[in-house]
């Protein structure tokens, strides 16, 4: 239905047949490949000695762009995880405190368990840190640069000590 009405208001019903609720249109063969256009696109800008499209190997690597990038990493790897462990719930044929205790009869270390611990509480904490920040930027806030490193280097204090304080526990 959305495309339906937005070929109409683009285009309205004159340059266009309804036919069984659709809209048609009569197409015209384009002159000339994707690929033609490509090369000609291409030529010209190495006639007018044009650099070719940067990537992203080229670009100085910043705070927020590396935050960007953690936060949206964080995201799916949290989503990825509760999915994971909630399938394994329905599917695994024990309850939750039996596994609670395989893990126990393991004797892991005190060592790798607080640094379990901190792996698991680090991209939490990050994200939802990072979370706010991203909240208060919707409200219109902290978007000048010196900002913009400030919040950034505080949200990630802020994970560390909080991570850390969680692992400890």
Do not use: C
Not at 6 to 25: D, E, I, K, N, P
Not at 105 to 113: K, N, T
Request: proline share 5%; no cysteine.
């Amino acid at each position: 239905m959305a495309l339906l009405l937005r070929t109409v208001a683009r285009q309205g019903l004159y340059s266009s047949r309804l036919q069984f609720g659709v809209v048609y249109r009569h197409a015209v063969p384009m002159a000339t490949t994707a690929k033609e256009e490509l090369n000609t696109y291409l030529a010209k800008n190495t006639r007018l000695n044009r650099p070719v499209s940067p990537h992203v190997s080229i670009y100085r690597w910043s705070v927020p762009m590396m935050m960007s990038i953690s936060h949206r990493g964080t995201g799916v790897a949290l989503s990825s995880g509760i999915s994971a462990f909630a399938i394994a719930a329905l599917v695994l044929p024990e309850s939750y405190p039996y596994y609670l205790d395989l893990i126990h009869s393991m004797s892991f270390g005190p060592q790798f368990l607080a640094f379990s611990k901190f792996a698991l509480a680090f991209p939490v904490a990050y994200h939802s840190f990072n979370g706010v920040r991203h909240l208060i930027w919707d409200i219109g806030k902290g978007f000048k640069i010196p900002q913009v490193y400030g919040s950034g280097y505080t949200v990630i204090a802020l994970t560390i000590l909080t991570s850390v304080a969680l692992a400890a526990m």
